[in-house]
């Protein structure tokens, strides 16, 4: 099994900036990937971002690419997400998920899951 701990999110204004952690656990050598997924109020899950383990692929939802940035720290078995110039149509729980595969945004195919992190972005 592998456990996900997100962390990092808040309120912000709108312009502002937040960076989420996601920690992963337990058999983090099964794992290949991870991903940032989002459901705001009233809406479905969406992909967000996802990276392989070793960091070298990113993968982004078009709409989002140049705000949001998803990296890794391989020493602390982190994955973070820094999303700059923030949107309230942004606000949304923040989910993070891990993959024994490299199944970008097929969120079917993430093994596990986070509890997720609560993003408000004000006007």
């Known amino acids: 099994q592998v456990q996900l701990r997100e962390s990092g999110g808040g309120l912000v204004q709108a312009g502002g900036s937040l960076r989420l952690s996601c920690a992963a656990s337990?058999?983090?050598?099964?794992?290949?990937?991870m991903g940032w997924f989002r459901q705001a109020p009233g809406k479905e899950r969406e992909f967000v971002a996802a990276?392989?383990?070793?960091?070298?692929?990113?993968y982004y939802a078009d709409s989002l690419k140049g705000r949001f940035t998803i990296s890794r720290d391989n020493t602390k078995n982190t994955v973070y997400l820094q999303m700059n110039n923030l949107k309230p149509e942004d606000t949304a729980v923040y989910y993070c998920?891990?993959?024994?595969?490299?199944?970008?945004?097929?969120?079917?195919?993430?093994?596990?899951w986070g509890q997720g992190t609560q993003v408000t972005v004000s006007s």
């Open positions: 990276i392989s383990w070793s960091g070298d692929k990113t």
């Open positions: 998920a891990a993959s024994d595969s490299f199944p970008r945004s097929r969120m079917g195919d993430y093994d596990y």
């Open positions: 337990g058999r983090t050598f099964s794992i290949n990937a």
